[in-house]
């Protein structure tokens, strides 16, 4: 027996599936405007649903990995970190 739900539920829910969509397509057509590297573009991607995540719960995963990258990017001597955690390139 299929579940029945409200109109407000219905559209609630395309609006999601169409900004998905929509957002996916516009990042793909950035990485592919700006030709970036894949290791580029897995930034970008993080930095998108970071920047769109709703809740601090969906922030957090994305968050953990920006650090890294941040960090990974440190290491290699390719950006700074000052003691307040802002970051800048060399």
């Not at 109109?7 to 829910?13: C, D, G, S």
Request: hydrophobic share 40%.
């Amino acid at each position: 027996m299929s579940e029945t739900i409200t109109f407000k539920e219905y559209i609630n829910e395309n609006v999601r599936i169409f900004d998905i969509q929509y957002r996916t397509h516009a990042t793909e057509k950035l990485i592919a405007g700006f030709s970036l590297t894949d290791t580029e573009a897995e930034f970008f991607k993080l930095l998108v649903r970071f920047a769109h995540a709703k809740t601090e719960d969906l922030r957090t995963e994305p968050f953990r990995m920006l650090k890294a990258c941040i960090r990974d990017l440190c290491d290699w001597g390719m950006a700074t970190q000052d003691s307040s955690g802002s970051a800048s390139c060399r």
